[in-house]
């Protein structure tokens, strides 16, 4: 397993912007591809976004795709999700989680079960 260590949440207004970054800690870092999740409260882990490793190619869930961006520096071993036109429906925890094996189909991106290992959650609030 990987430790990932998630920064940059917090409160921002409606339609403003939030930059999350992930960073692979205390251990060679080295994965196949990484991804990020929220899960509202008292619900399952929900897909946002994810990124194939070495060339970005990138896979989003239809609710925040053309809002949220999601990138990665390959020699920082970090991962973004630049989140713009934020609504008061992203207020959600957000995990980032990495995998060290090519799926069998680019959809088990969406499943928190499929990843190997995960970050220990950040808060974004979006206030009316």
């Known amino acids: 397993q990987v430790p990932l260590v998630e920064s940059g949440g917090g409160l921002v207004q409606a339609d403003g912007s939030l930059r999350l970054s992930c960073a692979a800690s205390?251990?060679?870092?080295?994965?196949?591809?990484m991804g990020w999740f929220r899960q509202p409260p008292g619900k399952e882990h929900e897909f946002v976004a994810a990124?194939?490793?070495?060339?970005?190619?990138?896979y989003y869930a239809d609710s925040v795709e053309g809002r949220f961006t999601i990138s990665r520096d390959y020699h920082k071993n970090t991962l973004f999700l630049q989140m713009n036109s934020l609504k008061p429906a992203d207020t959600v925890v957000y995990y980032c989680?990495?995998?060290?094996?090519?799926?069998?189909?680019?959809?088990?991106?969406?499943?928190?079960?499929?990843?190997?290992?995960w970050g220990q959650g950040i808060q974004v609030t979006v206030s009316s």
């Open positions: 205390g251990s060679t870092f080295d994965t196949y591809a």
């Open positions: 989680a990495g995998r060290n094996r090519a799926p069998q189909y680019w959809t088990d991106y969406k499943d928190w079960d499929n990843f190997d290992y």
């Open positions: 990124i194939r490793w070495i060339d970005s190619v990138t």
